[in-house]
């Protein structure tokens, strides 16, 4: 019930295209859901996040849709950019006593071409 | 801007020994993490500390691991008898209070255990 489970494993996508991840979770207690980037040999940067009480949250070219009825919520990179190029982690997290503890997804490998 | 910064970033230790692994979280964060990410899998939490004492901790973080804040600014985590298993890379991560504050990762140390 913990889990977050994240698709596809790996996107390849051509510059100016629209990359597109996905993740559902179990665990309704569950209540800020962020994305991390992350470069080879970093560690994950915060990308953008978003709580249940709204359904869309977009900074630039990222964006989140969050369904809350599905538990599911996806991150869109619009005009992907060969910088873009990363892995790429949905987490959830919840309050009480594990306030910030994170549960991350598999990752998704985002391969972004010229 | 502040950053977590972790020590050393690349560790080799014979297996049965005991590691340290520092952590400097940003100064005003009040809960620290430990996450840590084997080769090509997802990040997974191991313990998160706030107020002195652990939080929280994971099926992972056995008797062989132990955290401690020994002066107010480290953060360490300490493997006593490391296996091969615990090969990995292992993140540092802080926030201050409040739900919507951002967990910061730092850069990482690659544990490797021959």
């Known amino acids: 019930q913990q889990q977050v489970k994240q698709s596809p494993q790996s996107l390849i996508v051509q510059k100016g295209g629209i990359s597109i991840i996905n993740c559902a979770y179990e665990?309704?207690?569950?209540?800020?859901f962020p994305w991390y980037q992350q470069f080879p040999g970093k560690g994950p940067a915060l990308l953008i996040a978003?709580?249940?009480?709204?359904s869309e949250k977009k900074e630039g070219r990222f964006t989140i849709s969050f369904n809350k009825s599905a538990k599911q919520f996806s991150l869109h990179i619009m005009d992907s950019q060969p910088g873009d190029s990363a892995t790429y982690f949905c987490?959830?997290?919840?309050?009480?006593?594990?306030?910030?503890?994170?549960?991350f997804g598999q990752g998704t490998i985002l391969t972004v071409h010229p | 801007e502040p950053e977590v910064t972790q020590t050393p970033s690349h560790q080799v230790t014979q297996m049965g020994q005991e590691v340290i692994l520092r952590c400097v979280p940003i100064?005003?964060?009040?809960?620290f993490y430990w996450y840590r990410q084997i080769l090509g899998q997802k990040v997974e939490f191991l313990v998160s500390?706030?107020?002195?004492?652990?939080?929280?901790k994971s099926e992972i973080f056995d008797d062989q691991f132990s955290v401690e804040r020994p002066d107010g600014s480290n953060f360490t985590l300490k493997i006593r008898s490391t296996k091969l298993e615990d090969s990995a890379m292992y993140f540092c991560?802080?926030?201050?209070?409040?739900?919507?504050?951002?967990?910061?990762f730092g850069q990482g140390t690659r544990l490797t255990v021959v």
């Open positions: 500390f706030y107020n002195n004492e652990i939080s929280e």
């Open positions: 100064s005003n964060h009040l809960y």
């Open positions: 978003i709580r249940p009480d709204v």
């Open positions: 991560a802080s926030k201050e209070n409040g739900p919507r504050a951002e967990a910061f």
């Open positions: 665990n309704t207690a569950f209540d800020y």
């Open positions: 987490a959830a997290s919840s309050g009480g006593t594990s306030y910030g503890k994170l549960t």
